[in-house]
């Protein structure tokens, strides 16, 4: 089957749908608030903030308060199965996170997902104690995650480039044209209409990515402007993410999937793909 690649030339706007109910366990409606959270903490209730990151990542920064487990032992720690416990990751992609809750929930557990995670908790202002440095990089994902989560989670693609070439398709992916660079306002307009039933409680982020990450600054300067919130960029933009889509299919570890929209409806994925 022939290989199919990011356009070099692409621009895209992807938005993660992330946050579709968990068929599983108890855990399609436990997702936590940063305002409820941040109401408990403020109250004195008891809840227990649980970073799932590494440990490496978890020492750079994290919520004051937080104790550092990694998901596949949470399980094994039964004395914390009466208490609350808020699941937070970095809120780029919720995969893993959400999957792990659903077994805690089966399992016995109060167990529920910080919706936005570390990104939307330091967009809202609440307090994260480490390396303010690192703390900048929360509204980057790499195009390992990227890569990582295509076929699990839904996306909307939302091709900003002035030709929309169809670029890759991969499996869960929606795309929708919607040129940015003649006309930003048109542009804005047409990217609220598409996520105006997004909220962070459904896990649903944007995440922004052009052909080597160069114009990040002007199309977060309309982003912003327009009150757009959750915004996440692609590192090292269409590019980078060929790249490392190509390095993983040399080496067995990627494979290439494909499910696609035209006019806005999805293709079935195709029956021939590996």
Known sequence: MTKRVLAASTLLLIILFTGSPVSRGDCSAKSSSIESVLQKLKEKQELILIDVRDAREFNRFRIPGSVNIPLFALKTKTFLKSKPLVLINEGHSYKQVMD???????????????????YQWKRKGALLEGDPFAQRGLNKISPRTFLAGRGHEDWIVIDASESGNPGADYPNVRRIHIPFANNPEEFIRRLRSAIENRTEEDFTSVLLCDEKGKTYEEIERHVQAAGITNVLYLEGGIEGSKAFEQRQSRTGQGRNSLGTVKDGKPFKNCKSCP
């Open 100 to 118: 792990e809750c659903a077994a805690l929930s089966e399992a016995g557990f109060k167990v529920s997902i910080l919706a936005g995670g570390l």
